[in-house]
């Protein structure tokens, strides 16, 4: 089992900026491939990053791909998505997860999920 926990949400300007951080703990973080998810209202959860179990493999959505960095910490059980440049249309709940294997863009590939961190971008 894996536990993971967002946090670092929050109301922002657009334009600004946010870090989420992923608290992971249980079995070895190290093991597992990140995903992170968001979810708006009224919408279907959406993949926005992957990393590989090493961080030597970064995947984006379109939407956030020059904007969002995806980085992780083995040694500290942390993951990562810091947010640049952000636009109104980036508010959601995110999610981090994580998977054996691979990074996924396929939600329903996922094990483990955090409770999620809200984040509003304000116009």
């Known amino acids: 089992q894996v536990q993971l926990a967002e946090s670092g949400g929050g109301l922002v300007q657009a334009g600004g900026s946010l870090r989420l951080s992923c608290a992971a703990s249980g079995r070895t973080f190290s093991w597992y491939a990140m995903g992170w998810f968001r979810q708006a209202p009224g919408k279907e959860r959406e993949f926005v990053s992957g990393?590989?179990?090493?961080?030597?493999?970064?995947s984006y959505a379109d939407s956030v791909k020059g904007r969002f960095t995806v980085s992780r910490d083995n040694a500290r059980n942390m993951g990562y998505l810091q947010m640049n440049s952000l636009k109104p249309e980036d508010t959601a709940v995110y999610y981090c997860a994580a998977k054996r294997g691979p990074a996924s863009a396929n939600s329903g590939d996922y094990e483990y999920w955090g409770q999620g961190t809200q984040v509003t971008v304000s116009s």
């Open positions: 990393l590989s179990w090493s961080g030597g493999v970064a």
